[in-house]
């Protein structure tokens, strides 16, 4: 799909009145779906020597001190491939990892249900993606934290469907807790498919979810098998267990998406001071580490299957222990990073993050620092994004739709056309014609643009304060539970074939009475 | 003074209790006072093209556009310099524009009372003050917007005394309306100089008082005259009446320090769509040209004087024509600007803003956006960067305290330090001490740092929701709202010299006896 087409247009030739809602015109004014391109140089703090000395690092973990793989499957193929395997313990030298890292697209489509919802992911596109895997909710009108249930994973998966700023749906927006684990992915997916039409993600949680997921989506794509083998469309993301550890279902399900060419993102949490060093650097190190060879791993078993590497470094509180986000060390971390990916030829993957608990001030300057750090570091894909509360255990949708207002203003940031330096843009026959003392608003030239000239937010109130309070003196997360629930009222789900939703049912169902899939990963 | 010394600990050896206040350390450990080094790479949206389109258009303006000087001796001067005048309007050929400005130093000192607040302006150093010039003021425990008080003022200047992430008083933070306009700069003056010891700001609203502050300033700093006027001891701040036209008493205050070789910010205030081109290139175009016409002035009177250009360049809202803020069109035209800056050899001011009425959500991502923007325009000089609210019609303690922690977060992001790629930072030892699946916490290289190695805030909440929950799961203003009052309880002001009090006193009490100042400006 061409960059700035709007997929949601497509269906309104049908006709129906609650395409509107589809549009993003019922509730709010929104922007388009596009895919971004950061035009922006990215801030690179590492120089060139700094840059050989975390590489040099990375390799040095992998060469000498090695990462545990807890997947005998795993082992055996990296016994194949020539890596020196003592126990479940793997090493590998950087020429293997560099051959196997040069098989790796620097670019690569994912292309859901909905063809036109792909997304490009590497180059200079960023796309953003909601929160995943919180196991707790909390929302205005609740007034507390709870545990996850169906129905706030699926208000929250619509919201993922209705803002055009969201270009792919992670993992579960809030695990619902209230469907057993052993059939939690078959539900939860049947709502994903059915209330989305946009990129869809597996839990490498168990061979079972993972076979489960990659089907479902085959239905919900009217696929074939071997169409679905062809080009990516889905993807996981797996986490390894810092320090240089990678566990068995993690490993599992990496394995079963690169043989069939999904896409592949592979995301230590290395929080410097706990399960990595107490220095930036070398908490980056062995994060990249870590993901470097789950990468070579994905290569030897199929060359040139799509892999982004993810960063998730951050520090802990030195008061407390607990991890911190959006501070300066995981702004500068998320930026080397980058660096480090762009030297391995790798898209990025980073995060929209905070440590508050509530969606007020230090929520959004959290969010806003980690925001930021994905858009210096060049990060292409952009997870928790819009939702995330309490360091990724709360999900919240006023805190969801707060952070689509900044996602948007982000996107709108990167639009080259603010920056028109032309005889047009330099408008001086408008500052001649205003001359001195004058106003610009009557001008022609003011006149032809001024409805598009500037980024409008559906979220932010811009009335003075006089204005504000005869509207209520609504602050902002009132103003974005408003916002919430109107979206939720008016939502209409993007159309699916009927025969393609049987047949999802159909699997459900039949999956749900053979038991569904193991519990005991 | 070096960077990264603490002016506030010389006083130590004085051994009075009181003195833990001024050091930072009684209500909150805040970061030590230094003057920060912007060590990013700034960001450029403008090729080599955009920045020779934008200067050429600016010497259109200056060249065949001119701009009205309402100050009889400006004309003067300029006419003598050989400047075209017609009436009021003065064109200036480019050739004698960019030759005047070839004379203004990129980099500069202002040296207040207290020698060890010295300012260095221009180079990389990202300097932030305080808000400047609100009518109203707003605080949680009032709850509603009330013009401000001689009290709100001396409560925010505090803050600004406190904080020692804020390097300068910018004018005053709540402009105190139940002092007569007559006086008011006398009393406010008067608290600036006794309640703070850092840069100090005279406002350009007429003759005489711009030379009582000037000679408060002088005394203060126990200054000759010849003392004050051999290198910067304060700074003005003047705006053009935008579009294209520079008012009597700004340009008087203006030449009046520009003689006395004291620091000169012109900022013109050009909101696109309004008192500029709706397009930003146009805005910026124009923003130059006002600026540097009077730099041009400056440089013509006193070669060499000491001269900052400022961009406050926005949007406003397409609805209703209120100005926005930190919006991304706010972001690139600070940015842009700073390109120009940079060409021009000038030091940049931007600012810290919002359009928010109360210190929520909203509040927290534009003033972030417009932080940050200040950080990647290579800005040296952030005015407004603490507790500013309704685009600058509001000053709220609270918000000043949120501000403050933002910019503490930016200056540690500063700091080469997180960056650092020795073998000590990259810490491959500990790595293969602990191994897979240890933890760092208990390693001698993380014992050895883990005091210093991540930025502590004073504000930011990091406990988990139960933690909060269970401290009474406080709002961020609200715990803002804390801070400031345990601020103004403990407060102490800094040193002065009893005689030097005596004679700022007289000096006030004889001037209001003469009447004070003109109120006809």
Chains 1, 2 share one sequence.
């Not at 989305?196 to 794509?221: C, F, N, Q, W």
């Not at 240089?244 to 279902?249: A, M, N, Y």
């Not at 843009?425 to 500052?431: E, G, K, P, Q, S």
Request: proline share 7%; glycine share 10%; hydrophobic share 40%.
């Amino acid at each position: 799909m061409a960059d700035g087409a709007d997929p949601t247009r497509r269906k309104r030739g049908g006709g129906r009145a609650g395409n509107a809602a589809r549009r993003g015109t019922a509730v709010i004014e929104q922007s388009p779906w596009r895919l971004p391109v950061n035009i922006d140089r990215p801030t690179e703090p590492l120089t060139g020597e700094g840059i050989e000395a975390i590489h040099n690092a990375a390799m040095v973990i992998l060469e000498e001190i090695g990462i545990e793989f807890l997947n005998a499957e795993a082992l055996e193929i990296m016994r194949e491939a020539d890596c020196t395997i003592d126990g479940e313990n793997v090493r590998m030298g950087r020429d293997f990892v560099m051959e196997m890292i040069g098989r790796a697209p620097s670019q690569f489509t994912i292309t859901p249900r909905n063809p036109d919802r792909q997304i490009t992911l590497g180059g200079n596109h960023i796309l953003f993606g909601n929160v995943s895997s919180p196991p707790n909710y909390w929302d205005m009108e609740l007034g507390r934290k709870l545990p996850g249930t169906r129905e706030m994973c699926r208000n929250l998966l619509k919201l993922t469907q209705y803002f055009n700023c969201i270009h792919f749906a992670g993992g579960y927006p809030v695990e619902p807790v209230d469907i057993h684990a052993s059939v939690r992915h078959l539900d939860v997916l049947y709502d994903k498919l059915t209330l989305t039409d946009k990129v869809m993600h597996a839990y490498s949680l168990g061979p079972a979810r993972v076979e489960d997921v990659m089907e479902m989506v085959r239905i919900a794509g009217g696929l074939s098998h071997d169409e679905f083998d062809a080009t990516p469309h889905m993807y996981t993301n797996i986490n390894s267990t810092s320090p240089l550890k990678h566990d068995e279902p993690m490993l599992d399900g990496w394995m079963r998406l690169a043989r069939r060419g999904q896409g592949l993102v592979v995301t230590p949490f290395t929080l410097a001071g706990a399960m990595a060093p107490v220095t930036m650097a070398g908490a980056v190190a062995q994060s990249l580490a870590e993901a470097l060879c789950a990468i070579a791993l994905a290569q030897y078993i199929k060359p040139g299957v799509p892999c982004v590497i993810g960063t998730f470094t951050s520090n802990v509180d030195m008061k407390s222990g607990a991890p911190a986000f959006g501070t300066p060390e995981y702004m500068r971390a998320t930026q080397m990073t980058g660096q480090m990916a762009r030297f391995y030829g790798l898209p990025l993957r980073s995060s929209g993050v905070c440590a508050a608990n509530v969606p007020d001030g230090q929520a959004m300057w959290e969010t806003s620092n980690s925001l930021w750090a994905a858009v210096q570091s060049g990060s292409n894909m952009v997870y928790h994004a819009a939702g995330w509360l309490e360091g990724g255990l709360i999900a919240s949708p006023e805190k969801f739709v707060m952070d689509c207002e900044v996602i948007q203003q982000i996107q709108r940031y990167l639009e080259p056309v603010i920056c028109d330096t032309s005889p047009d843009a330099l408008a001086l026959d408008a500052i001649r014609e205003v001359g001195p003392g004058g106003h610009f608003f009557g001008t022609q030239h003011t006149q032809d643009r001024y409805t598009s000239a500037f980024y409008q937010p559906f979220l932010s109130d811009w009335r003075n304060f006089e204005g504000w309070e005869a509207a209520g003196a609504i602050w902002t997360p009132e103003r974005a539970h408003r916002v919430y629930k109107d979206i939720i009222a008016h939502f209409e789900a993007p159309p699916m074939d009927e025969a393609v939703r049987e047949e999802l049912s159909d699997f459900v169902a039949r999956r749900k009475f053979e038991g569904g899939a193991p519990t005991d990963f």
